[in-house]
């Protein structure tokens, strides 16, 4: 059946319903979010005179949530404007109206009986053929579909989103021994296409698979630092981005996401679990319900195993819960000698096994935490998933885990570790030592540039299913035709190849910039076109400051005229190549990061992307062309009666402020992003899709453009709008003298410089403009400390 969505009804507006109704009105679909109607009246509305059956009391549910939702930071909209995407309603008045729907999904609260009772009005108006599925994470799906009418039972399956639904990765497909294959097949596309999800095949298992392996990993982080006697504080050291997990780690995790859904899962898998051998780890220790007794459960309570403060100087101070004496104390200094010597190690695989090879109690509770990490999974094949790829999937996507931990396992070296193990009583499955056996080393392997798993019944390694369509940078080792020491270019075949750099934070330093132009070198010489972009947590934070600070402090103002003359040529090749361009951002894409995005022929974006020109915080203006770009863009732009200025003050503030869009669509609605730039939900299909416009571009014709002679700017006039603006927010004290210096720079560039009257210039000259500024700026001692409090405490500094 050809299956389209259209159209999707949400019951239920709790924290889950109104996102996961944001966010599929972030993909462009209509959604009706539906909730029950109230049995009372509030005070408020008694006042006013309404009753219960005034449509204002009977949405008051529903809209209140939704609004939530949307007032919510981070927000679960790409644009505030798709808000309008959502009808609101309530469950006694319009459940009638899911008839016209194509998808309906159910986020009541975890309650079977209640759950049953929603799905008896969805079956007096549901249309037959229409899609029907739960997001429960902790009621067996079969038990919803029991009794249910055979199209009904056809047609429904668990679709578990992870919260929140816009910013984790995870979609769970969960179908029952009813569900039409057909309709599992079809959610597990349009999970991955539409949505942006890494879908995952489950098994109606408790928890699933992310809760039941991640849940899982922190309860035994918790065993193994009671074992070890370590505090809060050393354990969130030692378990965030040190091993690929998030900053919040463990104890930090908790008290964002709330204690009470961690004690809410581990406590329902301990009573649930039957024939696991390890479910006394979900046993909850005392301290933990004494926690949950004392309502301290995190952000939601204001306080948990971390509580804010103000200290005796009014100063905001983090204080951490001794477990021991339940008491608030002043944050310690964590401290071991095994990470001190992982400092060095960029690779995050490579460190693994120094980390587990550690001699002193780091070591002691990573060898503990990891192997029975390890024992854990392996015993979870085939009860939760018959692939060991499933299981790394769900957790990274789930859980914001960089690495699974077959993978982790993998890195650590699987037959290395066995002994290991088992002399700490953690004994892998059996179906390990007949893998090994067998010959076989790892979990994964790389063949011809694609990555295969391990498949334990037929003791050989397979194609992952679906990811035919995904280009991942790494498994394409053997494809590289040129690097340096911080970047390299890729055959992604087909005539096009891929730029790509690891320096850090994904700076544009010389050896990146280097490798930049040899890519166009290369494309123009002997390929079709080039996609610039990888596969990092960020696309670039933009130039390398440490070394502009550098230059400034000895004054050689000839070598940071040098060096931003060198991107701004390099940026223009970009756009100026005898080959078609793509860039590829993500994640956050900053100053010259930005710069790149707006000089390439097309951008294929990530959907999360977070990009804006910032260069104000530190003192100085956009130098690598984005400046010129924006009074381009202004110029490009006009038609004949627009009010030039009013579209010049609104491109200046976009600068001025440091606006930074907060995702994809936003840059387009501030004009860093343009039509004819695309967007890739899913960033797992990023580079193929830029592949893919890479190839359009040259077979439809692709021509080098010329650069622009003819940019509108307005001179005096232009000025004098900015200056009148600037001088306003100057003296009303909400910007300071070295603001306005900056914004007076900006403003320069962008109307041309001192002219008497409006005219058309070149992108060179406004180049130029735009370095002079630059260069001037880094001679101001107040610019200067603005870098400086970046690159010590990462802070902007407002002087």
Not at 368 to 390: H, T
Not at 479 to 496: A, T
Not at 609 to 632: D, M, N
């Amino acid at each position: 059946m050809n299956r389209t969505i259209r159209k999707v009804a949400v019951l239920g507006s709790g924290v889950m319903g109104s996102r996961i109704a944001c966010h599929f009105a972030n993909i462009g679909v209509e959604v009706l979010l539906l909730d029950i109607a109230p049995k009372e009246l509030t005070d408020e509305e008694k006042k006013r005179g309404l009753s219960l059956d005034s449509p204002i009391v009977k949405n008051r549910i529903v809209q209140s949530s939704f609004d939530a939702a949307v007032k919510s930071n981070p927000n679960p909209l790409y644009s505030k404007s798709f808000a309008s995407r959502v009808k609101l309603g309530n469950f006694t008045d319009d459940m009638s109206k899911i008839k016209n729907y194509d998808w309906t999904i159910e986020v009541v609260v975890e309650n079977l009986d209640i759950k049953k009772k929603v799905y008896d009005e969805v079956e007096k108006h549901r249309k037959p053929g229409t899609l029907i599925t739960s997001n429960t994470s902790g009621i067996p799906i079969h038990l919803m579909a029991a009794g249910r009418s055979e199209d009904f039972q056809k047609h429904f399956c668990g679709t578990h989103f992870f919260n929140p639904p816009r910013y984790l990765k995870l979609l769970e497909i969960i179908p029952t021994p009813h569900t039409d294959p057909e309709v599992v097949k079809f959610l597990m596309h349009y999970g991955d296409l539409y949505l942006g999800k890494t879908t995952v095949l489950c098994k109606d298992t408790p928890a699933f698979i992310a809760n039941r392996i991640g849940v899982f990993g922190i309860m035994k982080v918790v065993n193994s630092m009671q074992k070890l006697d370590l505090n809060i504080d050393e354990v969130d050291k030692l378990t965030g981005p040190v091993i690929g997990r998030p900053k919040s780690a463990t104890f930090r995790t908790s008290d964002v996401v709330g204690l009470d859904t961690m004690v809410k899962v581990s406590s329902n898998l301990y009573t649930g679990l039957t024939n696991d051998e390890s479910k006394d780890i979900f046993k909850l220790p005392e301290v933990i319900t004494k926690l949950e007794q004392n309502k301290w459960l995190g952000d939601k309570t204001g306080q948990g195993f971390y509580k804010k403060t103000k200290n005796a100087k009014g100063e905001t101070e983090i204080l951490t819960l001794d477990l021991k004496t339940l008491e608030y104390k002043p944050k310690a200094k964590a401290k071991f000698a095994t990470l001190e010597t992982t400092k060095t190690i960029d690779n995050l695989k490579d460190r693994f096994k120094v980390l587990l090879a550690g001699k002193d109690k780091a070591g002691e509770f990573y060898r503990d935490s990891f192997f029975g990490l390890f024992q854990y999974v392996s015993n979870r094949i085939p009860e939760i998933a018959d692939e060991l790829y499933k299981i790394d999937d769900a957790v990274c996507a789930g859980f914001g885990w960089e690495v699974g931990p077959f993978e982790t396992w993998d890195a650590v070296g699987v037959e290395r570790s066995i002994k290991d193990m088992e002399a700490m009583g953690y004994k892998p499955a059996p179906w390990i030592y007949e893998m090994l056996q067998a010959g076989n080393a790892s979990f994964y392997k790389i063949e011809k540039g694609e990555r295969k798993y391990y498949d334990i019944p037929s003791k050989s390694y397979k194609s992952i299913p679906g990811k035919g369509e995904f280009i991942i940078l790494e498994n394409l080792s053997e494809n590289v035709v040129w690097k340096n020491q911080e970047s390299k270019i890729i055959d992604l075949g087909d005539g096009v190849i891929n730029f790509s750099w690891n320096s850090k934070s994904y700076t544009l330093g010389t050896t990146v910039i280097e490798g930049l132009n040899k890519a166009i070198d290369l494309a123009e010489k002997n390929y079709r076109g080039l996609v610039v972009g990888h596969q990092g947590a960020d696309f670039s934070l933009g130039a390398n400051l440490g070394l502009v600070f550098m230059y400034a402090i000895e004054q050689d103002y000839d070598e940071i005229d040098f060096m931003v003359r060198a991107f701004q040529n390099s940026v223009m090749r970009l756009r100026y190549s005898s080959v078609p361009v793509v860039v590829c951002p993500q994640g956050r894409t900053l100053g010259g990061g930005c710069e790149m995005t707006m000089h390439a022929d097309i951008a294929q974006a990530a959907a999360e992307t977070y990009i804006g020109l910032v260069e104000v915080g530190v003192g100085l203006i956009p130098g690598g062309g984005g400046t010129k770009e924006f009074a381009k863009r202004v110029s490009d732009s006009l038609k004949e009666g627009d009010v030039e200025l009013n579209a010049l003050q609104n491109a200046f503030m976009n600068i001025a402020t440091a606006k930074v869009a907060t995702s994809a669509e936003e840059a387009r609605e501030i004009n860093i992003l343009r039509t004819v730039d695309r967007i890739s939900v899913n960033r797992d299909r990023q580079i193929a899709d830029a592949k893919e416009a890479v190839i359009e571009l040259y077979e439809a014709g692709y021509s080098m453009p010329q650069e622009a002679t003819n940019i509108k700017v307005q001179g005096r006039a232009g000025l004098a709008l900015v200056m009148a603006g600037v001088n306003g927010m100057r003296m009303g004290k909400y910007i300071s003298e070295h603001d306005a210096k900056i914004a007076l720079k900006i403003a320069n560039v962008m109307c041309g410089g001192d002219l008497t009257a409006p005219q058309e210039v070149s992108e060179r000259y406004l180049l130029d403009l735009e370095r002079e500024a630059f260069v001037s700026l880094c001679g101001e001692k107040k610019t200067l400390e603005r870098i400086q409090s970046i690159l010590t405490g990462g802070k902007p500094l407002r002087n």
